[in-house]
């Protein structure tokens, strides 16, 4: 039966210490910040927090809140900083669920980006269409998660301009990517035509390397780093929600920064 909540009445802090690894694991997943109020969890959500799935029902949808009001406020035209070009780390630094010496390579000769979805022209494009397009250099912060950042130069075609190249609906709701590494990811359309989200395929003036995403990969100044999916090998435009590899083991979607 469901604990009613009483104006006034402060669950046990005890319950919270019986949820201790499940707090730490949202709060790694940026589903609650700053600390935890069981009070506060209670009068929003009515959930019973003795249940620890309840618990995390409840800050999923709020979560799921927090996502809405992110897009809401994002704005289109809003720059992120920047950094001179001596402050980039080299190499950048390695991230990924699995070590550096499980990456498996992608054959540039061969590789193809496939296109799909609300796209006028789908035909694949190879590495060298990619280099072909204008290209944008940008020197940012890459923010993960877990808490550590670096500062990384990126080059690439703007995302907008390879959208409008292929004849994107760019009014269409989600821009959605899949993966070597069977990793995928998907972003807002507000984002995806940010001047600062790239299709890079350089890093600090060279190729880039294979453990950081060659031939391609996302690189957006505006989103925690998983949302900067790497490798990839398929670009889809759409309406319906695509979700992604961490968004369904209920990491924050929109993950603005």
Known sequence: MRSPFRPGVVPDAAILD????LVRSLERR????GGLSLGALVMLTGCDVKRPEAVESALLAISRLNDGVQALLFDPDKLAPTYPASMILRPPKFNAYYDVTKVKPVDGASWRLELSGRIADKRPWTVSQLNALP????VIKHICVEGWSYIGGWTGPQLRTFLEHVGADLRARYVAFKTADQYPSSIDMATALHPQTLLATQYGGDTLAAPFGYPARLRTAT?????????ITAIEVTNTYPGGFWEEKGFSWFAGI
């Open 135 to 138: 290209q944008t250099s940008m």
């Open 223 to 231: 989103k925690l780093g998983y949302k900067n999916p790497k490798w």
């Open 30 to 33: 940026g589903l609650i910040r």
């Open 18 to 21: 019986d949820h201790r690894s």
